[in-house]
């Protein structure tokens, strides 16, 4: 029997980006000077852990890397080197690296060897630039102290591990290799407790080990090697003075002697082999697609027990039904009424306790601003002090995977545009130190994000006058201060002067809309002159399942997201205007809206082509409203999105499709696709559905 170590390597992964994590924002809050104890403990035991695992795991280029970062953290821990400047972006350039690294062992992708070979070979030059904070005293004099007039030949080691020990991925042989490259290594392997043949179990550990290691070896880097097992084994380390503590293990115990160096037994059929004696897997990159993200969460017990409860009460629920329908009489219709409700509480219940589990904190999503300000603020010059909150605020994992890469560019703009340096900071009467704060929250049916500074904000008349430039507004049109802020999400648009890294590309907040409208979102923003900006999304909670309007056109049923939904009306024929060029628009209060027919984008037959005979839904898009005509409005409920593009293909004007209540299925609209379509009619051809498709 042998055991698939590789079903662990996902947890591993797992954990190990989370060490990551750890580091990098134990590191950012590092102060500049002595070390804090715990911060740095937790920083050494996230590595010391990655640094095990991999070595476990085979995976020795991703564990010998760690080995160095890990080396200069305990000099830190131990009070041997004070934290600089220098040395905390060195750190966080290594967990960069590292995080790079498992990611290519993880998805077999290439690894970018010269930039590991850069940061390695920094982290080496300050292991051995004796920069620690003892340094100065240790060579202060040369005069041999007694301590060193007694230095140790090498160690003795008695190594016992307990029985389980194999049982934690740890493996005693890999131990004993590293233990090889510290020097001259004997090893006395004890067999008294291996038991028969038939009694052997695989997983079991039974050998005991008499090491002695001859070399100039700290004691540290001994104990180092047995850290990860301490808990389980039995452990004794001696001094080696002379030869004579060389063999205390008695002759009838002792099974082999492996004199020097610690030979690799020859290969033996794989069937045979114990897991002890599995060779550790050789770590080799090869260049092939990534595979799909692993679709897994981590689920509380609390969301798992509720869960198991409501399944308890459904299986009550049907066996009730089933009694009632077994022996079924006009006078048990009360009885079965019951129990239909009963069983519709008992399913919305369990609806709400599911979509519970698909909820994280969006601290998922927070967690990567605190590296991203403080690189771009050193590489700019400024000062910004980052505040979060709302960080436990819940919401969907797909909404989350999805909403980083806006949130990222909105963070970077505020820094790059917002925010101004120091010396303006000053100059404004501000202190030097410019807030960015983002901030989570739950209102009604959506979650709310909010990234808020308090730099310069919008410069209104560079913002009119890039537009004009571009051709975007004309020169004599008169914007409000809201609609100047808008033409920030136009295509191509960007006030940067001059093309970075960071902005100019003009290539950017049209992107970010487009990206959160696509998750059935809103972006707003707000901003007042010499007071800062703040931009506001607004996002539903879940992707799964939505409140929708059901709408009839012609003979086909509809579905309107409720949210997009401002107002229903009856129309008068006489309200409507004609624009050449334009169609058919509606005067509401103090706006136009346009008119969109939807059987004529669906290519379907009206029931009647007369306003009056229907309804005008007033819904909201891309910040722009618009009036669809409707023959009848049929009713609210929350629909189970199906995807149109998995079971078809992807459909403008359309976001999916769902199963109603009779067995059929309606289709969902996109409101900013057709949005899109009443400014292209040349597209409402790709709107109509073939109905032998698929």
Known sequence: MSIDISQFHDVFFEESFEGLDAMESGLLNLDVGAADIEAINTIFRAAHSIKGGAGTFGFMAVSEFTH?????????????????????????????????????????????????????????????????????????????????????????????????????????????????????????????????????????????????????????????????????????????????????????????????????????????????????????????????????????????????????????????????????????????IDGLAQLERNSREMQEAIMRIRMLPINFAFNRFPRLVHDMTSKMGKKVELKLTGEQTELDKTVMEKIGDPLVHLVRNSLDHGLETPEVRLAAGKNETGTLNLNAYHQGGNIVIEIKDDGAGLNEDKIFSKAVEKGLVNANDNLSPDKIHELIFLPGFSTADVVTDVSGRGVGMDVVRKNISSLGGTVEVKSEKGIGSTFTIRLPLTLAIMD?????????????????????????????????????????????????????????????????????????????????????????????????????RKVLGLSGATILGDGTVALILDVPGLMTLYRDPSLASEIIIDDHAA
């Open 68 to 336: 160095v970062m890990e080396t200069l953290l305990d000099e830190v821990r131990n009070g041997d080197r004070d934290v600089t400047t220098e040395s905390t972006n060195l750190f966080l350039d290594a967990v960069d690296v590292l995080r790079e690294m498992l990611t290519a062992v993880k998805n077999k992708t290439d690894t970018d060897d010269v930039r590991i070979a850069e940061v390695n070979a920094k982290l080496e030059a300050m292991m051995n630039d004796g920069g620690g904070a003892a340094s100065a005293s240790d060579n202060a004099s040369s005069e041999p102290s007694e301590s060193e007039e007694a230095k140790p030949q090498g160690w003795t080691i008695d190594f016992r591990p307990h029985q389980h020990l194999l049982q934690t991925g740890n493996d005693p042989v890999r131990m004993l290799r590293e233990m090889e490259s510290l020097g001259d290594l004997t090893v006395i392997v004890n067999d008294e407790k291996l038991p028969s043949f038939s009694d052997l179990e695989p997983e079991d550990s039974y050998l005991s080990f008499y090491l002695t290691l001859k070399g100039d070896i700290r004691k540290e880097d001994v104990v180092e090697i047995f850290e990860w097992v301490d808990d389980d084994c039995d452990l004794t380390i001696e001094p080696l003075f002379d030869e004579s503590t060389l063999v205390k293990a008695e002759p009838e115990k002792i099974d082999a002697v492996v004199e020097d160096k610690v030979e690799e037994p020859a290969p033996e059929p794989v069937a045979d082999i114990a897991p002890e004696k599995m060779p550790a897997p050789k770590v080799e990159s090869v260049k092939t697609a990534a595979p799909a993200a692993a679709a897994s969460i981590r689920v509380g017990t609390d969301k798992i027990d509720s869960l198991i409860n409501l399944v308890g009460e459904l299986v009550i629920t049907q066996s009730m039904l089933s009694q009632i329908g077994d022996n079924f009489t006009e006078d048990m219709l009360p009885k079965l």
């Open 548 to 648: 929708g309007q059901t709408i009839r056109v012609a003979t086909e049923n509809y579905i309107v997201p409720l949210v997009s939904i401002i107002e229903s009306i009856e129309i008068k024929t006489e309200d409507i205007k004609r624009v050449s060029g334009k169609g058919e628009i509606y005067p509401l209060r103090d706006e136009y809206v346009p008119v969109i027919r939807l059987y004529e984008l669906f290519g379907l037959k009206p029931t009647s082509t007369d306003l009056e005979e229907g309804l005008l839904v007033v819904v909201e898009g891309d910040n722009q409203k618009v009036g669809l005509f409707v023959d009848d409005l049929l009713g609210q409920q929350q629909v189970v999105i199906k995807s149109l593009e998995t079971n078809y």
